[in-house]
């Protein structure tokens, strides 16, 4: 894969900074020294737990429906790309633990995992900052370039079995209920299962969600504000576009884990300068590029930051 005329121009120089051979990069404790995290034949999503006790079972465990990386209730990394990441100058990498409160103070890490599926994946930097480790399937060497400026803090290491991506299927909510448009002022109130087209809440009105629910929609454009309440979570598949623009504010005083995106097509996602989003954005399929500040974990099929995106990664959304 070839890095675009504009970003070629400003190579100093390619190949990693770091390249170690580490089967599974989890949240900080499992380097290259210490392998004591986790392995490869460890996916979190069955690990043993299961003992004599459990006689219904005949031994395979098919039946159970254990949380994991397809399920979506938990990832592999802090990141997982497909195919490709292009990291433009001053853009940042940096982790927190939401269980532990918002992000920032001291609850600023360096363990964030970027990992690319794929013998294309290809990771390009041009002046950003990854306070963590870059993993990408095949040679390191081929398929990581460092460009000018760029700083990994955990070095670039070989993604020896590539991330599961979570699967996306639109559950059945009932009858379509049509447009949710919000204008200025305005205000709206989820609080159940639904169904809608087109939602778009513009800057000035606000759509609050009150009570855990899963919601179905065509589209979504926000330069608003979307809340969820303490407690609560919203399961927000979109099945075209999403689109935050300049102001919008997505359960940015929330936890990330309140708010799951599942964009089941190609999208794409896009958050725009100025706009915040703390959530889990789940689209194997589309690509995300973003100039905002998120805070919560991706699972897409490219990934594109520019100058001032700011990307909080939470360790709790590892698989144990």
């Not at 390009?124 to 870059?134: A, F, P, R």
């Not at 049509?178 to 000035?204: I, Q």
């Not at 926000?222 to 102001?247: F, K």
């Not at 995300?288 to 001032?308: C, D, I, K, N, P």
Request: hydrophobic share 35%; aromatic share 6%; charged share 15%.
């Amino acid at each position: 894969m070839k890095p675009p005329l504009a970003l070629t121009l400003v190579f100093a120089g390619c190949g990693p900074t770091t390249v170690v051979v580490d089967d599974k990069p989890g949240r900080g404790s499992d380097t290259a020294a210490d392998d004591s995290g986790l392995d490869s034949a460890d996916t979190g999503s069955d690990t043993g737990s299961d003992t004599g006790t459990d006689t219904a079972d005949s031994g395979d465990d098919t039946d159970d429906p254990d949380p994991g990386p397809q399920t979506g209730d938990c990832l592999e990394y802090g990141v997982v790309i497909d195919q490709s990441a292009h990291l433009a100058s001053g853009s940042s990498f940096d982790s927190f633990d939401s269980t532990l409160g918002a992000y920032g103070g001291a609850n600023v890490g360096s363990v964030a995992t970027i990992s690319l599926n794929g013998d294309e994946a290809c990771a390009l930097l041009n002046g950003s900052t990854v306070q963590g480790t870059i993993a990408v399937t095949g040679d390191p060497e081929a398929n990581y370039c460092e460009e000018w400026g760029a700083a990994v803090s955990g070095g670039v290491v070989e993604l020896v079995t590539p991330a599961t991506f979570p699967v996306v299927a639109t559950p059945d909510v009932g009858d379509n209920q049509g447009d949710v448009k919000l204008t200025w002022g305005g205000a709206s109130t989820w609080n159940a299962d639904a169904r809608y087209e087109d939602v778009s809440v513009a800057g000035g009105s606000t759509l609050s969600v009150t009570r855990s629910a899963i919601v179905v929609v065509d589209t979504l454009d926000v330069a608003g504000t979307i809340s969820i309440a303490e407690g609560e979570r919203l399961d927000l598949y979109v099945r075209g576009t999403v689109n935050l623009g300049w102001g919008a504010a997505v359960n940015t005083a929330g936890s990330p884990g309140q708010l799951r995106i599942w964009v089941e097509g190609v999208g794409p996602v896009t958050l725009a300068y100025g706009s915040g989003l703390n959530a889990w954005v789940l689209a194997p399929e589309a690509p995300l590029s973003h100039v905002g500040t998120f805070g919560g974990a991706l699972a897409v099929r490219e990934l594109a930051t520019q100058w001032g995106a700011a990307t909080h990664l939470d360790t709790s959304v590892i698989c144990p």
